[in-house]
């Protein structure tokens, strides 16, 4: 089992910088991918970025590759989102994610967090 919470969403300015953090709770965290995904008002929920069990192998979605960066500390329980460059699309509520072996997909991701919102204003 693992509980996930995730915090530093707010509002910040376009071009600006957020550092989003997700706590996660149970013994599985170090063994498990982790994911960040998105969802803006209107729209379906879309993959973000994901990060292996060592923090090693990670992934992005187009959309923010080269602008974000996803990385985690298994001694801390901690997986982190780091977002650069921030434009007003990025504007969403932003959850993470748990999973075994799961890729890009919201159905392989089995343990999600209660979401932060992020909003960047123009």
């Known amino acids: 089992q693992v509980q996930l919470v995730e915090s530093g969403g707010r509002l910040v300015q376009a071009g600006g910088s957020l550092r989003l953090s997700c706590a996660a709770s149970?013994?599985?965290?170090?063994?498990?991918?982790m994911g960040w995904f998105r969802q803006a008002p209107g729209k379906e929920r879309e993959f973000v970025a994901r990060?292996?069990?060592?923090?090693?192998?990670?992934y992005y979605a187009d959309s923010v590759k080269g602008r974000f960066t996803i990385s985690r500390d298994n001694a801390k329980n901690t997986v982190y989102l780091q977002m650069n460059s921030l434009k007003p699309e990025d504007t969403a509520v932003y959850y993470c994610?748990?999973?075994?072996?799961?890729?890009?997909?919201?159905?392989?991701?089995?343990?999600w967090g209660q979401g932060t919102q992020v909003t960047v204003s123009s």
């Open positions: 994610a748990a999973g075994s072996k799961a890729y890009v997909m919201i159905n392989e991701y089995g343990y």
């Open positions: 990060i292996g069990w060592s923090g090693i192998s990670t």
């Open positions: 149970g013994r599985t965290f170090s063994s498990v991918t």
